[in-house]
Nanobody, 113 residues
C-alpha cells in the first residue's frame, strides 16, 4: 500500500491550503483515514480522523478551521485548512487504517508572513 501526499507549501497566516493523500495498492478494506502532524521538536499529534462511515474527530486546536473528507472511490483523503496560524507549521502525514496502518511520507506545511 502506498500513500502519496500533496498540497503542502508556504501559506500566510489566515490563508487556506488543502492537502490530498491518494492511496494505492492492495487495500483490504479502509476502516478509517487520518492526518497527523509533527512540528520541530514536538511529538507527532493527531489532527483529524474520519471513519469509513463518515464520522470525524478533530484536535481541539484545529476545530472550526480544518475539515477532513474522503473520496472513497478514489481512495483519497483531504484536509482543508483555513485560517492558518503559525503554530500549524509542521510536517503533515496521512494514515490509512485497514488490517494494518499505513503512513505517507509527509508533506511540509509552513505558515509564515
Amino acid at each position: 500500500v502506498q500513500l502519496v501526499e500533496s498540497g503542502g507549501g508556504l501559506v500566510q497566516p489566515g490563508g487556506s491550503l488543502r492537502l490530498s493523500c491518494a492511496a494505492s495498492g492492495s487495500i483490504f478494506s479502509i476502516y478509517a483515514m487520518a492526518w497527523y502532524r509533527q512540528a520541530p521538536g514536538e511529538q507527532r499529534e493527531l489532527v483529524a480522523h474520519i471513519t469509513s462511515g463518515g464520522s470525524t474527530n478533530y484536535a481541539d486546536s484545529v476545530k472550526g478551521r480544518f475539515t477532513i473528507s474522503t473520496d472513497n472511490p478514489k481512495k483519497t483523503v483531504y484536509l482543508q485548512m483555513n485560517n492558518r496560524k503559525p503554530e500549524d507549521t509542521a510536517v503533515y502525514y496521512c494514515i490509512l487504517y485497514d488490517e494494518d496502518d499505513y503512513w505517507g511520507q509527509g508533506t511540509q506545511v509552513t505558515v509564515s508572513s
